[in-house]
């Protein structure tokens, strides 16, 4: 979803030699597979959006896989990159980075400051890692090696190219799936995990592309003025959140359903609340621009397209 969002940004700047691979075609976890990718193709700039990722369901269920999977991807793709002579890297992690119980709204310096959410703690480490091979690969080499290797932090993403799986999938697509299925069968009713009241903020995928475009192409002095050394992640949030009952709602005007929504508060809720703080980077000149109802009608659309 977001890689393929990264590419329509690229085009629109009429950047026309871009270099893309499929998990099909290449396996990220396979260092020798990366390293003969680098070496082939000798790129100027690397956007990592690779990364396996889903919902609580997916991250309670399968912690081992999400953690080992993202790790390897990062350090092979960041350290190949850099063995290729690769000076401009943008890697993207995760609100999920951000302590459980972090002051609302989470800002950057919020990383590392108290225990993280125990459902996608082995993702959030994975990603946290990332921000700071980053970090490490700056310091150790950017004097000497020109190297320039920034990371941005999205919140949560929906959007063109989302995963609409039944189990596996995050809040936003499960929904759509969900509300979809019960206005064609005509259910009189749709049941939804948790209690309702955790709130969370969420951004077009589209704009995430257009953000991390936006700080990859910043001055590095520019960039450097906004960040530290080792605090050198920037968050992008839409700027407000709602809660998930809220956000059923919403999903359900935008499928036309006319039944009631009810909730299981005997399921996990996560982490009570995830707003970003993102004034770092509108203080660069940067804003959303896709509001969550407009997003919603194009996500369906995409959902319609996938199904067809």
């Not at 690779?50 to 999977?69: L, M, R």
């Not at 793709?77 to 890297?89: R, T």
């Not at 990332?130 to 000497?144: F, H, P, T, V």
Request: net charge neutral; with cysteine.
């Amino acid at each position: 979803m977001v890689g393929s969002a990264i590419v329509r940004a690229l085009q629109q700047q009429d950047q026309t030699n871009i270099i893309t691979r499929s998990h099909t075609e290449l396996d990220l976890c396979d260092q020798a597979a990366v390293k003969a990718f680098f070496q082939a193709e000798k790129p100027d700039q690397v956007y990592l959006a690779a990364a396996k990722v889903g919902g609580i369901h997916a991250n309670s269920t399968y912690p081992a896989e999400f953690i080992y999977q993202n790790l390897m991807v990062q350090a092979n793709v960041i350290h190949q990159a850099f063995c290729a002579g690769v000076k401009k890297l943008l890697f993207l992690g995760s609100s999920c980075i951000y302590p459980k119980l972090a002051p609302q709204p989470m800002a950057e310096s919020a990383l590392l400051t108290g225990p993280l959410e125990p459902t996608n703690e082995p993702y959030a480490i994975a990603k946290i890692t990332g921000i700071k091979l980053c970090e490490s690969y700056n310091r150790q080499y950017g004097a000497s090696h020109g190297v320039d290797y920034r990371s941005v932090m999205p919140t949560n993403l929906y959007g063109p190219g989302d995963n609409y799986h039944r189990e596996n999938s995050h809040v936003i697509p499960a929904l759509i799936r969900r509300f979809h299925e019960a206005t064609v069968n005509k259910a009189p009713s749709v049941t939804i995990w948790g209690s309702g009241t955790p709130r969370r903020e969420f951004l077009y995928v589209d704009d995430m592309a257009a953000a991390s475009v936006f700080v990859m192409n910043l001055p590095q002095a520019t960039y450097q003025q906004q960040t530290q050394a080792m605090l050198s992640h920037i968050n992008v949030g839409f700027g407000s959140d709602i809660t998930i009952a809220e956000l059923a709602q919403a999903v359900s005007q935008a499928m036309g359903y006319q039944g009631s929504i009810d909730f299981d508060p005997s399921k996990p809720d996560g982490t009570p609340r995830k707003l970003m703080d993102s004034s770092r980077l509108q203080a660069l000149g940067w804003q959303a621009r896709v509001k969550l109802q407009q997003g919603l009608q194009l996500a369906y659309q995409d959902f319609l397209r996938q199904s067809a």
